[in-house]
């Protein structure tokens, strides 16, 4: 069989109880956390306007939720929309080996398909829980080689699985769902050459992902055809978007531990708005903190960075120290050390205001990196800072892991609070401790429009 067949047959069998519980209460936190994360985005100016300009004129009585909106709109539209708000901050979960934003892509798609299709809270858990084992399995066929050729594999790889899980949920026979993913390789897109100048246009790379998976269900449910082979394929997704000519046989190995192996277990949650490769550093620079080292007498900063992350966090590096753009900043290692050095909240509130802290820019030219010799990226996300100061003494810090990953991973606790901080200045105390009731221990038959209507109202 194909893999996309393979993915299929999968996708139909899995039942919500041959999930582990273990596993289903991860993917409703991973819910909560992307759900947070969108609302915060939402009141950003790009995403107001954005948003206004999509739905102008638009007055449904029936579709899906737009998250920081009261208006419905089409399930497609409102997928675009929500993915491109839950990535905006640089603060949506990521699995780290296989560089994927699994909830950026995949919430935004469940919760539509399932607001569409009346599906039940269970049934949108279900569908994000095997998102998540589909699209992570995608990324670790060939970790990181979608980076190297220019391409997020979030965005490429997520359309596919976005278009497996809105078939799911539109009631989809095998054959659609093969179709669908097939369908959603010719829609496929999401380069990094935002980079070059801090375009906003990264946030689109998942919602246009979801947006493309609902479109592809819609048109296989139509008879549109799509190709079996589309990830192995001679022109399929891994030899176009990617430089590693194993990585289709690759994907078929992953694929033998899907119901065995629970992928979701080792997802990270973020702690900070920023690029996720920068959160070890602004780890160490809490550890320095604490110590007794006083910030004029420091001479500079050198951070040793594993060579996999450098490419996007600390080239070019003139560029990197002085951002002019804060979409730009939030993958500036240099800007965003700076303003944890000055103690300067890394918060999503500063990354939606509208010019970069001068202070930390200044701090920035203090900053030097060279490569990590023994790194293990993208398996862990390490740092090395070395802090030398007037009198000739050094002190050096060193993280091995990034908090909120599997082996430190975040708690329940720590999630919540994040979600009350992301959405403090859009929803009330008490609708805030509902949405988090609803979404981590609401009964699995409640129907997901009961959610959209909570957060419309927020």
Known sequence: MTHSERIADFALSLRARDIPQDVTQLARLHLLDAIGVGLAASEGDVQQRMARSLLHGQTPSSGSTVLGHSALTHAAQAALLNGSFIHALEYDD???????????????????????????????????????EV?????????????????????????????????????????????????????????????SEGATVKALHPGWAAHAGLMAAQLA?????????????????????????????????????????????DAAFKLFPCCHYIHPFLEGVQQLLAKPVALQDITHIECRVPPGAAAIICEPWARKQSPVRLNEAKY?????????????????????????????????????WTPMRDADFPN??????????????????????????????????????KFIENTRTCATPHTQQLVIDWVLHGASDLPVTQLGELLRHA
């Not at 279900?126 to 998540?132: C, E, K, P, Q, S």
């Not at 030899?239 to 979701?264: C, E």
């Not at 090395?384 to 606790?413: F, H, M, N, W, Y």
């Open 380 to 417: 862990k996300f390490q740092a090395e800072i070395e802090v030398r100061c007037r009198d000739g003494q050094s002190t050096l810090v060193r993280i091995d892991q990034v908090k909120g990953s599997a082996e430190r991973p975040a708690s329940t606790e720590d999630i919540t609070a």
């Open 135 to 195: 699209l992570v399995r995608v990324g670790l066929a060939a970790p990181g080689a979608f980076q190297r050729r220019g391409f997020q594999v979030t965005s490429v790889g997520g359309a596919l699985v976005s278009a497996l899980i809105a078939g799911l949920a539109a009631g989809a026979t095998r054959t659609e769902l093969i179709w669908a993913q097939g369908i959603a390789g010719s829609q496929a897109s999401g380069i990094f050459e935002f980079l």
């Open 221 to 265: 449910g139509a008879g549109m055809t799509g190709p079996s082979t589309v990830y192995e394929g001679r022109f399929g997704l891994y030899n176009t978007y990617t430089d590693d000519a194993l990585a289709a046989d690759a994907l078929g190995h992953q694929l033998n531990s899907l119901g065995q192996t629970w992928m979701l277990r």
């Open 94 to 132: 990521t699995h780290m080996a296989s560089i994927v934003h699994g909830s950026a892509v995949l919430v935004p798609a469940a919760l539509a398909a399932a607001e569409q299709h009346q599906l039940s809270w269970g049934e949108c858990v279900r569908l994000v829980a095997l998102g998540w």
């Open 332 to 368: 500036s290692l240099p800007y965003c050390m700076a303003l944890a050095c000055l103690d300067i909240p890394i918060t999503a509130q500063h990354f939606l205001s509208t010019e970069v802290n001068a202070q930390a820019v200044a701090f920035a030219q203090h900053i030097r």
